[in-house]
């Protein structure tokens, strides 16, 4: 199964310098804007994907945001390995361990970019919600598990 959760302090840097290197980097954030104060919590969910060459192609994770819910955040894949099936994998990864533990129900705030994504695996938008470093427009998104 290329999708697991990190283990060792390897899978954690490749981890966190893949969500910098897509999501941070780009708009000039310092090293370090890339994590949250919740990644350490025991409730938190991280996916990473591997090659078979062992390269971290891509990473997410989910947490709870209530008590049927979950929201996903810092979905990020390797510009070089977009369009291959890794995000779709990640996604389900987060969604089939989130059911598992009985929630019902997944959020997140989607980049105005990745709406088609989330919309091609089962996301609504409900709403726009926040711009990021005044320049990305956000929406809330939600499905069913
Ligand atoms: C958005 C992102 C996570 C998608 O991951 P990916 O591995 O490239 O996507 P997949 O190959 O798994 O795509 C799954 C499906 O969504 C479609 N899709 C993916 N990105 C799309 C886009 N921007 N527009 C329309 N469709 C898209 C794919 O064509 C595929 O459709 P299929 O069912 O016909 O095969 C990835 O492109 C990425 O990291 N982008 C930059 C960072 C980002 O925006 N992260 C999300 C923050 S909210």
Known sequence: MPVRAPHSPADFAAYYQLRYQVLRQPWQQPP?????????AP??????YTTPEGHVAGVAR???????QIQVRYMAVDPAFQGQG??????????????QQGYT???LHARQEAVPFY????????????????SIQHF??????
């Open 62 to 68: 989910q947490h709870p945001s209530g008590p049927r």
């Open 105 to 107: 129900e997944c959020i």
């Open 43 to 48: 409730t938190t969910m991280h996916a990473l």
């Open 119 to 134: 919309e091609r695996l089962g996301y609504h938008v409900v709403a726009p919600s926040h711009l990021l470093f005044g």
């Open 140 to 145: 809330l998104m939600r499905k069913e598990l």
């Open 86 to 99: 890794i995000g779709r994998q990640l996604l389900a990864y987060l969604e089939a361990g989130a059911r």
């Open 32 to 40: 370090g804007s890339e994590r949250a104060d919740d990644d350490d």
